[in-house]
């Protein structure tokens, strides 16, 4: 149900959850230091108790009371906050374990947008948000989406528009040897080491599209994904290639060029962006998976892009987990 900032913010306050959007996907919040309102997120969503959640703060002198701040922490801080960066830190005694996971470290991200900031405002107390999705779906960057994926289930929804960035944080260890980044996303490698001017790594099976296709999916394949069937395929052109295109499948590939490659097949054919710049793909690429399970194709196809940028290996990572093929996370 939609609901106006005051009710969500009664809401939280009383311990319950409400979804509110940020710049990356819209999140599902709840007293982040308050174990019986964390324990909310982790049924309502069905997630794994083993996967931990990210603390949404206001700035970086709520962080020093969560976690063990460093000044690589503090110079990310500067740089990147309030933007789409992720920090593990070691955390302090005041996070629960249920957000942590039982491990010794917190996820921290002050997210930029509006309404999110002025709701940490006026709390007070940092919020734990996954994306608003059920567990294994593809996450939601619009309100109605949230709605209907949650049903009557759905918690009180602040309506914030179409996020603006579309595709999830980069998350960074902080506390590994060399700074790794587990998830990529908007904020790339190259940004991260200018900043720090050290060396920082990617987590190995983050779309290491050396080794695909993937010969041994992990626990949780299919994360981001439709419930439509989705194949997964290395390029345009071995998709144009393959003779698994049918009838009643969608294609949906980054640019109007490629989509007109299919022009005279009998299957449907969307791109996510006119030109294929990846922010527009980014940005497109949830609402256009959410949109293709509103309607009843057999299949769709998604492609790997081509471009080797970071933003474009983000999106091949949430294109290889909607299709099931990668593992971990
Ligand atoms: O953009 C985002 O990050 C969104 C918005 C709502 O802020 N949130 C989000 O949360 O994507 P979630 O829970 O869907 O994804 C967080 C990821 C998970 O893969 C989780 O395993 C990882 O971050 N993570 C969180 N805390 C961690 C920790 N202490 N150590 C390692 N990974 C962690
Ligand atoms: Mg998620």
Known sequence: ?????????????????????????????????????????????????????????????????????????????RRFWPGPLT??????????????????????????????????????????APSANPTNRTSPTTALQVMKMFGQKCPPVLDGGQTSLGI??????????????????????QEIENCLSCKIELRKNFADLTDFPHKSPGNSPRHYAPKTLTRLHASIEKCIKCDLVEPDD????????EADFFKDA??????????????EVAHALFRKLHEADEQAFSKIHLCLLTQKDDLALAINDRITRACGQLHKQ
């Open 168 to 189: 999830e944080s980069t998350v960074l260890d902080l506390t590994t040897a060399n700074p790794t980044i587990l998830r990529p996303g908007h904020i790339s490698l």
């Open 87 to 128: 920090i593990i830190l070691p955390k302090k005694k005041i996070v629960p374990s249920e957000v942590s996971a039982s491990l010794n470290t917190v996820g921290l991200r002050s997210p930029s947008n509006y309404l999110f900031r002025k709701m940490l405002d006026e709390l007070g107390f940092p919020l734990a």
């Open 266 to 279: 009998d299957c449907t054919a969307w791109y996510l962006s006119q030109t294929g710049n990846p922010s």
């Open 1 to 77: 149900m939609l609901s106006s900032f005051t009710e969500c913010k009664e809401c939280l306050e009383d311990r319950q959850l409400a979804v509110l959007p940020t710049e990356t996907v819209y999140g599902l919040a709840a007293n982040g230091i308050e174990r019986y309102a964390v324990e909310k997120i982790f049924k309502t969503k069905g997630r794994p108790a083993g996967n931990p959640l990210i603390l949404h703060i206001f700035d970086i002198t709520e962080a020093e009371k969560l976690a063990e701040v460093n000044d690589m922490a503090r110079l990310l801080a």
């Open 250 to 257: 969608l294609v949906l590939v980054a640019s109007k060029k």
